[in-house]
């Protein structure tokens, strides 16, 4: 659904041809996760999958001013999967654990300090395209 897309970003911001090292494979993938925080059987939504499977290795777009976890390092807290952390480490971004069946679920930010979460009002994918689009524009 996503991965297409996701393969697509390497050429447009590292002029660059897209390669499988810039992802997991499927085994890895599965490897990472259950070396995780995450409790047993959890299931990312599709996009998360997607978006290690095509780019899970490629630091240079998952960590341009925010980062994204790595696989082995996704957690949950306070009934949210979390992914996305800004540099400054104020603001996190998450899943909501009952959205995980989900293929592009809503995405919460929680501000570290005061613990408070509040909804994006767009989806992952939405919210990751605008993200890497606004990055790359200030390079």
């Known amino acids: 659904m996503f991965l297409d897309k996701f393969k697509a970003l390497v050429p447009r911001y590292l002029d660059a041809e897209w390669t499988p ?3 997991y494979s499927r085994s890895e993938l599965s490897e990472l996760l259950s070396d995780s925080e995450l409790p047993d059987r959890t299931k990312l939504p599709l996009i998360l999958e997607e978006l290690y499977l095509a780019l ?6 998952l960590e341009a001013y925010h980062f994204i ?3 082995d390092e996704l957690v949950t807290e306070e009934g949210y999967l979390l992914f ?8 996190v971004w998450g899943v909501d ?4 069946k989900v293929p592009d679920p809503l995405i919460y930010r929680r501000n570290n300090d005061k ?5 994006e009002g767009a989806t992952v994918s939405e919210f990751l395209f605008d993200l890497l689009e606004f990055s790359f524009e200030e390079d």
């Not at 899970?56 to 777009?61: A, H, T």
């Not at 996305?84 to 603001?91: A, M, P, Y």
């Not at 613990?115 to 909804?119: I, L």
């Open 21 to 23: 090292g810039e992802g």
């Open 56 to 61: 899970g290795q490629c630091e240079e777009i």
């Open 69 to 71: 976890f790595d696989p």
């Open 84 to 91: 996305l952390e800004d540099e400054d480490e104020r603001w």
């Open 97 to 100: 654990t009952a959205d995980l």
């Open 115 to 119: 613990h408070e979460w509040t909804p």
